[in-house]
């Protein structure tokens, strides 16, 4: 979620949702869901952009990099 001002880049009437696969992406299937927890790291995640009046769509693809959590010394 934190890349969607990037992806939109001002755009309105687009509706991001996200997908583990291209595949998935591509037919709207299999949906991931806020909170999401990465299953590698780092991981890419398909976007798909659809265009909220036309139903037509492109995907773009997000890499999350968990960084680990800083630990006191």
């Known amino acids: 979620e934190d890349a969607e001002a990037g ?8 509706t991001l949702t996200y997908y583990e696969t291209q ?7 299999n949906e991931i869901v806020s909170p999401y927890v990465n299953t590698s790291n780092a ?14 769509f492109n995907t773009v693809t997000v890499t999350l990099r968990v960084d680990p959590v800083p630990s006191p010394e």
């Open 43 to 56: 991981q890419t995640i398909f976007v798909r952009a659809e265009n909220d009046a036309t139903g037509c």
């Open 23 to 29: 595949t998935d992406a591509d037919n709207a299937v």
């Open 7 to 14: 992806i939109l880049n001002g755009q309105t009437g687009i």
